[in-house]
């Protein structure tokens, strides 16, 4: 019975158009605002909009982190001298960079692939850009997996990776997660590329695809909102 009811609940959605669009324009209303009332409003948005889609865990924790960027901004107002003048670079350049990590990472983990495709398809966007759009998309999640792949292989050998190990030995642990990464990157690309290539994503030929994209009242608003957002950002409103 719990099955079947997951499985007749349908997950909120919104176009990936929509999303590829807010994106951007997160990206303008972090860059260009002077107001923190703007960039924390957006923030809000952002979190009802993954709230909605069902991400709940995720809003937490990129709150959680939010909420550290303004207390490292307010200890070094509270506490000015040289060591808390690097809490406040960090805590400056985290105010405008976590809504768009935050609103990314739910594009990554949102989207599908193929619907990515076919939504810029029927927009006729570049096709070289739509390639590199569909492999970014799934580059993220497959480096988690490899970096979890990785983390575990080290446990297995008695290389813990916990806080206290960092502190101890942090040149030994960066070196035996980056090196491995590292190497898997290239790899883990290429293999990404081939993939979407025996997909037929290079075809010169229409795609066809069984997502049934519309654009929403909700996208429409959606994009409205944020670009009100922007437009004051840019405008130097307080």
């Known amino acids: 019975m719990k099955i079947a009811a997951t499985m007749g609940r349908k997950q909120q959605d919104i176009d990936p158009r929509t999303k590829l ?4 324009l997160i ?3 972090g860059m260009t605002s002077k107001s923190p009332k703007v960039e924390i409003f957006s923030l809000v948005l952002i979190t009802l909009l993954l709230l909605w889609q069902g991400m709940g865990k995720k809003c937490i924790r990129y709150c959680i982190a939010y909420g550290l960027v303004w207390a490292f901004i307010y200890i070094s107002i509270i506490l000015p001298n040289s060591y808390t003048a690097l809490l406040a670079m960090l805590g400056a350049m985290g105010r405008k960079v976590v809504p768009t990590i935050m609103f990314a990472s739910s594009i990554i983990a949102s989207t599908k692939v193929g619907k990515l495709i076919a939504a810029l398809q029927q927009i006729n966007f ?3 850009i739509t390639i590199a759009l569909a492999v970014g998309l799934r580059f993220f999640p497959t480096l988690k997996e490899e970096g979890g792949i990785v983390v575990n ?12 190990s960092v502190l101890r030995h ?4 960066i070196e035996n997660i980056l090196v491995p990464i590292m190497m898997r990157i290239t790899i883990i690309a290429d293999e990404l590329a081939i993939s979407s290539m025996t997909r037929g994503i290079d075809s010169e030929q229409k ?3 069984y997502y049934e994209l519309k654009f929403s009242m909700i996208d429409a608003f959606i994009i409205f909102v944020f670009t009100s957002l ?5 405008l130097g409103v307080y």
Not at 21 to 24: D, G, I, R, S
Not at 153 to 164: C, D, F, H, P, V
């Open 21 to 24: 669009v807010t994106l951007v």
């Open 27 to 29: 990206n303008v209303i």
């Open 126 to 128: 570049p096709r070289g």
């Open 153 to 164: 292989s080290m446990k297995m050998r008695g290389l813990s990776t916990n806080l206290i």
């Open 170 to 173: 942090p040149v030994l642990v």
């Open 207 to 209: 795609r066809t695809s």
């Open 230 to 234: 922007a437009f004051l950002a840019l």
